[in-house]
């Protein structure tokens, strides 16, 4: 069964960083498409990054400067580097991936990352 694990979710306080990673579980095939969401409480699902094949990156304006998401082929995962962290980033973090051969997105469970001001 093809899963999305996420990981690298925690407490921090503002200024600091946090590195989220999205796994592929149980695939060969390889993530052409990657993307970061986060949900904060009471609100909208709302887009952070996203990379595709050949590294093409975009960024939420509010991230931009302070957040790099990458791949890592060989592992076949999608990181999110997080630094200079607020109190507003505060939110579930959720992974969303397109994999070859595969019709459908996959999403992973959610990470929480909570920032402390």
């Known amino acids: 069964q093809v899963r999305l694990v996420e990981s690298g979710g925690g407490l921090v306080q503002a200024g600091g960083s946090l590195r989220l990673s999205c796994a592929a579980s149980?695939?060969?095939?390889?993530?052409?498409?990657g993307y970061w969401y986060r949900q904060a409480p009471g609100k909208q699902r709302e887009f952070v990054a996203a990379i595709t094949r050949g590294d093409s990156a975009n960024y939420a304006d509010c991230v931009k400067g302070r957040f790099t998401i990458s791949s890592d082929n060989a592992k076949n995962t999608v990181d999110l580097q997080m630094n200079s962290l607020k109190p507003e980033d505060t939110a579930v973090y959720y992974c969303?991936?397109?994999?070859?051969?595969?019709?459908?997105?996959?999403w992973g469970q959610g990470t929480q990352v909570t920032v402390s001001s």
């Open positions: 969303n991936a397109r994999i070859d051969s595969f019709p459908k997105e996959f």
């Open positions: 149980g695939t060969r095939f390889r993530i052409n498409a």
